[in-house]
């Protein structure tokens, strides 16, 4: 059976995206292909990579995508993360399921290494909570639910897709 494929996208392809690669793939890349790319993609961020590496996922080969990339490629989940009131996010035509999430640009904070890494982190932080919870409301195969124990029993079943077996 072939893997479902996941696209996360944010405008520059450079932080937010490539962390959401990285930590979905590094959770669930067994279960999913997982790709990212933006509308105007720039170099891949130092800081983006360091705080992943502060958690034991490495990033340093990604490489920033552009959507033009995938044009023609269908996907089972559009996963957009950026977004604010000052900037539109990209569309993907191509999507089975989309889902959006704003997170605020990292790179575009000003400070000091130390208080863009604190940054960077919290956002990491933010994105993996918010895919672990969008992987267990939506994207949790229904062959693996409820194997976690017989206290569980009934939760997550096929009408039951919104709660959360974690």
Request: hydrophobic share 35%; proline share 4%; aromatic share 12%.
């Amino acid at each position: 059976m072939a893997k479902e494929r996941v696209l996360f996208m944010c405008i520059h392809n450079a932080a937010r995206s490539q962390m959401a690669e990285g930590l979905f793939r590094h959770l669930h890349g067994d279960d999913f292909d997982v790709f990212s790319a933006g509308s105007d993609p720039q170099e891949v961020d130092p800081l983006a990579v360091r705080c992943m590496e502060e958690i034991g996922i490495d990033i340093s080969s990604y490489r920033s995508k552009s959507l033009k990339e995938f044009e023609g490629h269908e996907f089972d989940y559009v996963i957009t993360v950026c977004g604010n009131p000052y900037n539109a996010c990209p569309f993907f035509a191509g999507g089975k399921k989309y889902f959006k999430q704003p997170f605020e640009d990292p790179s575009a904070f000003e400070g000091t290494e130390e208080e863009k890494l604190e940054l960077f982190i919290k956002i990491r932080d933010g994105l993996k909570d918010w895919l672990e919870d969008l992987y267990y409301s939506y994207m949790l195969p229904e062959e693996g639910c409820c194997d976690l124990s017989e206290e569980m029993e009934g939760c997550c079943g096929s009408n039951d897709k919104e709660f959360s077996c974690k």
